[in-house]
């Protein structure tokens, strides 16, 4: 007699549940496809086009180029992160954005918020105590997003930091030309690289009577002043956060300083916190006030001061920030959406707010690493929201019509009659081979005309032309599309030598 397993016995058949589940998603997909399906990308996330990318791919190659020039190395972290590895970095509004994952085998995780937390986690974890580096890669939050102003829920950041023990305010100097270089390159209009001290808050707050406690919370709302006004943001701290009136009412002679004196120039504005009686002694101030004053002496050095701005308003809410803040953003720039469409009304345009930050951040690094000798690895750096650049390039080429070409094909090899498909693949073989971008196209016989109608279309700039004389001749034509022009026949021999120096005299 067989034997019979008891359900204890019965070996289980790790399988089962995975054909279960793919039955039931086979099922599902057929109910789908019975039912209309509304096909969108998720909040706050968006599609690249050919169009779109290649005005993406210049904004990032003008980026690198530039990182790569001060000499950074580039590294990767994983997209997503142990939560307590996030969780307590980014202060009051940026704690509120971390994307939670759901519980993978015992490991509580969250999308990446940014690239610096990640960063500090990788010098600490691998005892690193120098680097210069670069990181570009997507982030998350979950923040309500603005298309029009290229806000995001998933976007790319351009991050370049500076870490280990160096003299005062030289690596800051870096930055700044670094984020100089990379605005000028660009071309999109004036900008402005705003610049603020940690220490300069916290004196401010201090002689305003403000609790260290609330140092937090008061630095999320005075981070809005560049979006709205001091009544807004008074009556924030006053009616929603309960700051005393008396302490508000004394922090705006502060952090409005800039707003107040407008005629000053920054080395001015500065000598105003050391003439007022109460922050003159005020070790913070007074610390803040000497280190931006070295600072602004070496970014002239570097050459990159014209656009450089003191702002005591400035307070970006990240908790882990100790020293030099900044931030960028653009002058006067608007535009009415993606589309690019014109409009005359200003109620139609919204600004995009800054497009790179960053400062100092000491102590991160020792928070990972226990703090305990020489694990405080001090940093500084900036990041770019490419978003943003992105979205004003993007813009700025709709409204301006200009037209872009999408592919980097630098010959198409075209046939004059039937029956030349094998001696185009035979010659864009050749090419290819050499390390030519070329085409040719699919079809066996296809017509001259279409041919060179494709080739005006993606603005591909040569075209190889074959024809059955030719070769029988051992010859090719080599034709200039966007002059409509037969420039030369040329021995198939010297096809490689021809267009090489056909191209670098076209670039």
């Not at 509304?38 to 993406?56: A, E, F, N, W």
């Not at 951040?361 to 900036?382: E, M, R, T």
């Not at 070409?405 to 046939?415: D, E, G, I, K, P």
């Not at 074959?466 to 002059?483: F, H, M, P, R, Y």
Request: aromatic share 8%; charged share 30%; proline share 4%.
């Amino acid at each position: 007699m067989a034997k019979v397993n008891s359900p204890e016995t019965e070996p289980t058949n790790p399988t089962k549940p995975v054909k279960e589940q793919l039955a039931k998603a086979m099922e599902k997909k057929a109910k789908i496809g019975d039912a209309k399906v509304t096909l969108k990308t998720p909040k706050g996330t968006r599609d690249y086009g050919p169009k779109s990318m290649v005005i993406r791919e210049k904004v990032l190659k003008t980026i690198v180029d530039t990182f790569k020039r001060h000499g950074a190395e580039t590294i990767d972290t994983p997209v997503f992160e142990l939560r307590d590895v996030l969780l307590g970095k980014y202060g009051e509004e940026g704690g509120k954005l971390v994307f939670d994952l759901a519980d993978q085998g015992g490991e509580l995780c969250s999308l990446r918020y940014d690239l610096t937390v990640p960063f500090a986690r990788y010098l600490a974890m691998n005892k690193i105590q120098n680097l210069k580096r670069y990181h570009i890669a997507k982030v998350y939050r979950r923040d309500q997003p603005v298309m029009t102003k290229g806000r995001y829920r998933e976007f790319y950041q351009c991050d370049f930091d500076i870490a280990g023990q160096y003299d005062l305010m030289v690596p800051e100097a870096e930055c700044i030309r670094v984020v100089d270089e990379v605005m000028t390159q660009l071309d999109l209009g004036d900008f402005e690289i705003r610049l603020n001290h940690r220490l300069l808050l916290e004196g401010m707050f201090s002689l305003s009577g403000i609790a260290d406690k609330d140092f937090k919370t008061v630095c999320s709302s005075v981070d809005k002043l560049d979006k709205s006004p001091w009544a807004e943001v008074a009556n924030e701290l006053i009616n929603e956060k309960k700051i005393d009136e008396a302490a508000v009412n004394k922090l705006e002679q502060y952090v409005r300083l800039r707003a107040q004196n407008p005629d000053l120039d920054n080395l001015g504005l500065l000598e105003k916190f050391l003439e007022d009686p109460e922050a003159s002694q005020n070790a913070s101030i007074v610390t803040a006030v000497k280190e931006i004053k070295v600072l602004l002496e070496y970014v002239e050095l570097f050459g990159a001061n014209q656009n450089v701005v003191f702002e005591p308003s400035l307070a970006r809410g990240l908790d882990y920030y100790t020293g030099a803040i900044y931030e960028v953003v653009i002058k006067e720039f608007s535009f009415s959406g993606l589309g690019g469409t014109k409009s005359d009304n200003p109620d139609d345009q919204v600004s995009v707010g800054s497009v790179a930050a960053g400062g100092r951040y000491d102590k991160l690094v020792g928070i990972f690493a226990g703090g305990k000798g020489k694990s405080n690895v001090p940093c500084v750096g900036v990041s770019f929201g490419i978003e943003r650049l992105f979205s004003i390039m993007e813009a700025k080429a709709a409204t301006e019509e200009m037209p872009g070409r999408t592919n980097a094909t630098q010959v198409y090899v075209a046939a004059a009659q039937k029956g030349l498909l094998k001696a185009r693949m035979n010659v864009i073989r050749q090419l290819w081979d050499a390390g030519f971008n070329a085409e040719t196209s699919f079809k066996a016989n296809p017509k001259l005309l279409d041919q060179m109608q494709y080739c005006e279309a993606r603005f591909i700039p040569w075209v190889l032309i074959i024809g059955e004389s030719e070769l029988a001749a051992g010859v090719i034509q080599l034709k200039n599309v966007k002059d409509r022009e037969d420039v030369k026949v040329i021995p198939i021999a010297d096809m490689e030598k021809e267009l090489t120096s056909r191209l670098n005299g076209s670039t």
